[in-house]
């Protein structure tokens, strides 16, 4: 017996009647309702999975009643009984996404055999929606390797955040994975569909980064020889992840301001505002609270941010994962050899500190899987910082060597003054990743001047 529930909807009471005892007998959950007005009342309070309902009756006919029950339930199958004076209405109901309709009088059998290859193709319908949903939730988490604890609350707050337009700032040090967990939220979301576009507001010149967010128009600057679509004009209808925002200057940080309270931009040269459909993520690996305090980023646009916090823990704060990523990254980067590792050096991998977090152990173990000589992967493979048999401290430098740590710090000051404290700049200039001079920057407390 079938527990589906078949909304029906008629006028006419004798044929009503008949319609809810054959449906009955079939085991399904009949509701008979005279008028199109209470069919709507009905369609809002229970889940029906079929629509049958006259075309042409008193007050509200059924061609209104379409309209209204696909707004409600965008996939409900609607069957509409029409009279032969009628069947130019039943036709146009077909091109507004009724199923089928039928003529009176009409054969009970074949009235059934309609009913069942409408039920038919809702059932295809839920099920295709099911599927959908279950590989949507397999893909989303696919690319981040994580059983500790704390991730998966972070993914459970994920999954609750994730189809509302509610912004969300991810903070977390370099390297922990902020632009996957962003990524995972919009594949969540109901704007998977759409674009989710990234800006890394570290990375792009301040002077260009203006234009690179709102856009430009032609003759709004030196060198603007055409109009350029800002990249929140380009996530319209998706997201728009914006990594490093504590890098954001203070008047960028007023216009966006203005973006997320009013959801239009005004590109650069232009009075013309221009309306925006997005949903906004942020992430940062500042402490923003520190740069509230000392007047570099506004409070008004920190709540606004700041409405879902969402915190990544480092990798040392999450230590069970190491294995797992150690096996993930090994499979990936290893091809033909099939690499393992002597579960020693696995154990120097999981007690060292891993100051670039997951990027960091990915990396190493990309350079490990090329230069590996034998299939299993030995404490000797491990560079020296990660081992404790060479009198590393965990994450850090050798203890007790001042001169050589106050070298590095005055090394780092000197290329950040003369980068005018670009952190991407000074990184090259020194030679090392951007996440390492984040990390020395930590270390030594250095702060810009």
């Not at 003369?418 to 020395?440: C, D, S, V």
């Not at 270390?443 to 810009?448: L, N, T, W």
Request: net charge negative; aromatic share 6%; with cysteine.
């Amino acid at each position: 017996m079938s527990d589906e529930k078949i909304l029906v909807v008629d006028d006419d009471a004798s044929l009503r009647r008949i319609i809810e005892f054959n449906l009955k007998k079939k085991g399904y959950k009949p509701t008979a309702l005279e008028t199109a007005e209470e069919a709507v009342e009905y369609l809002k309070k229970s889940d029906f999975v079929l629509l049958i309902s006259d075309i042409k009756m008193p007050g509200m006919d059924g061609l209104d009643l379409l309209t209204i029950a696909q707004e409600i339930k965008p996939d409900l199958p609607v069957i509409f009984i029409t009279a032969f004076g009628t069947i130019e209405m039943a036709v146009e109901a077909m091109k507004l996404g009724a199923y089928d309709y039928i003529t009176k009088p009409f054969d009970l059998d074949d009235f059934m055999h309609t009913v069942e290859k409408a039920l038919d193709y809702h059932r295809l319908l839920d099920e295709n929606l099911r599927l959908k949903k279950e590989l949507k939730n397999r893909d989303s988490f696919s690319n981040i390797i994580a059983a500790s604890k704390p991730m998966q609350e972070i993914f459970n707050s994920v999954r609750k955040v994730a189809n509302t337009d509610t912004t969300v700032l991810i903070t977390g040090e370099s390297g922990t994975g902020k632009e996957l967990i962003a990524r995972a939220i919009h594949r969540e979301s109901e704007r998977s569909d759409n674009p989710m576009i990234t800006v890394n507001c570290a990375a792009i010149p301040k002077d260009l980064l203006e234009s690179e967010l709102f856009g430009h128009v032609a003759g709004a600057f030196t060198g603007a020889v055409k109009n350029k679509t800002g990249k929140f004009q380009l996530a319209d209808g998706g997201t728009i992840f914006l990594d490093e925002i504590g890098d954001l200057g203070m008047e960028l940080q007023a216009k966006l301001l203005r973006v997320l309270e009013n959801r239009v931009v005004e590109p650069v040269g232009s009075n013309d505002p221009i309306p925006v459909d997005i949903r906004v993520l942020a992430a940062t690996n500042q402490d923003l609270h520190k740069k509230l305090k000392a007047g570099d980023f506004r409070e008004d646009l920190y709540y606004r941010l700041n409405v879902i916090p969402i915190n990544i823990p480092p990798l040392r704060g999450r230590r069970e994962d190491i294995p797992l990523l150690v096996k993930h990254f090994l499979s990936e980067y290893s091809e033909s050899k099939k690499l393992s590792i002597d579960p020693e050096a696995l154990k120097e991998l999981s007690e060292y500190d891993w100051p670039g977090n997951v990027r960091e152990l990915k990396n190493l173990l990309k350079r490990i899987a090329v230069l590996a000589e034998n299939s299993k992967i030995k404490p000797s493979d491990l560079p020296p910082e990660t081992r404790s048999d060479n009198g590393y401290k965990t994450g850090e430098e050798k203890a007790g060597n001042d001169s050589l740590q106050e070298t590095e710090k005055n090394a780092i000051i000197d290329a950040l003054r003369k980068t005018g404290w670009n952190q991407t700049r000074a990184a090259k200039r020194l030679q090392i990743p951007r996440h390492i001079l984040i990390y020395r920057m930590k270390k030594y407390g250095i702060r810009e001047e």
